[in-house]
């Protein structure tokens, strides 16, 4: 199957600093990525949608000057958290999906985030 | 609006077998996933349903009737590594999940 690797797998920062976390599509060209969020015991929520070569299209309530996305390759999608907050501290999963496969998206192991 | 419902606990004994109901109300449908989640790790795919009907993969099946909004999840011959959430997830119009908030499922020896 389709391999997304996520990097870092753990973070932990001080509030006010910036945290960016990697997710690459490893074996297949990802045409569309998606960055969710989940706090404990809690589903998870769709921040954002970006599509390679275009800007993210995010979710209500997503702050976009907040959550910085960036898809400029097939295979590499970037999140950066600006200015942390204990509150932004999560459990962050990218999953990527190729043009051929539009129903499947292959997730990463996920980035945890604990701000100081 | 659109709503997954799925419960949120179930206990169930080693060996047994148990069922997840999952119903979804989703503008538009291209399927129903449902994926497993151990706690602190990512969601790992189960089963992928798009037509009506049963599918079997070993000891999971997964079930759905489009007409009724419904689907389950059948885990057969529970084991002890099978203690975790399972979500269930609707593929919208716009090929995006919709989550369910998850079942904890306990399973007890």
């Known amino acids: 199957g389709a391999v997304v690797s996520q990097h870092p797998s753990r973070v932990i920062c001080k509030s006010g600093t910036s945290v960016k976390i990697e997710c690459r599509s490893l074996?297949?060209?990802?045409?569309?990525m998606f960055w969710y969020r989940q706090f404990p015991k809690k589903s998870l929520m769709l921040m954002a949608t970006s599509n390679e070569g275009s800007k993210a299209t995010y979710e209500q309530g997503v702050e976009k000057d907040k959550f910085l996305i960036n898809h400029a390759s097939l295979t590499l999608s970037t999140l950066t958290v600006t200015s942390a907050h204990p509150e932004d501290s999560s459990f962050y999963i990218c999953?990527?999906?190729?043009?051929?496969?539009?129903?499947?998206?292959?997730f990463g192991p996920g980035t945890r985030l604990l701000v100081l | 609006g659109q709503n997954i419902d799925q419960p949120t606990e179930m206990t169930a004994t080693e060996g047994a077998i148990v069922q997840i109901n999952c119903t979804y109300q989703?503008?538009?449908?291209?399927?129903l996933f449902w994926y497993q989640q151990h706690a602190g790790e990512a969601p790992t795919f189960l089963s992928y349903n798009v037509l009506d009907g049963l599918e079997e993969k070993g000891r999971f099946s997964s079930f759905l009737s489009r007409s009724k909004g419904y689907s389950y999840l059948l885990l057969k011959e529970l084991q002890m590594k099978d203690s975790a959430s399972y979500l269930c997830?609707?593929?919208?119009?716009?090929?995006?999940?919709?989550w369910g908030a998850g079942t904890k499922l306990i399973i007890k020896p």
């Open positions: 999953s990527a999906r190729s043009g051929r496969e539009v129903e499947t998206q292959y």
């Open positions: 989703t503008s538009g449908f291209n399927g």
């Open positions: 074996d297949f060209q990802a045409t569309t």
């Open positions: 997830a609707s593929l919208d119009s716009n090929y995006q999940l919709i």
